[in-house]
């Protein structure tokens, strides 16, 4: 079953690699999508795919690489458009 999840990522995510990482983390679960950063600090990210890839890459969202520290990660469900190509990291 295909996913599609809007995520939004607070803490000390921004400075840190954390849209880097998490496009690598998007391609090796064969997630598509984007992420980027937003102006009040926080991290946006909206991700499609498979069911466990998609909760996986949400689930390594609320962890984040080792410099950052990830307070909370807000999940919002929708229904899978299957839009997106790849995987984009933006802002």
Aim: proline share 2%; with cysteine; hydrophobic share 35%.
């Amino acid at each position: 079953m295909k996913t599609r999840m809007l995520i939004t990522v607070t803490g000390h995510v921004q400075g840190v690699c954390y849209r880097y990482f998490t496009g690598q983390q998007a391609q090796t679960l064969g997630v598509t999508g984007w992420v980027r950063n937003l102006p009040n600090g926080t991290v946006e990210g909206c991700f499609e795919g498979e069911e466990n890839a998609v909760t996986s890459l949400v689930e390594w969202c609320g962890r984040g690489p080792e410099e950052a520290r990830v307070d909370q990660v807000t999940v919002v469900r929708h229904d899978y458009l299957g839009e997106f190509q790849g995987f984009l990291i933006t802002g």
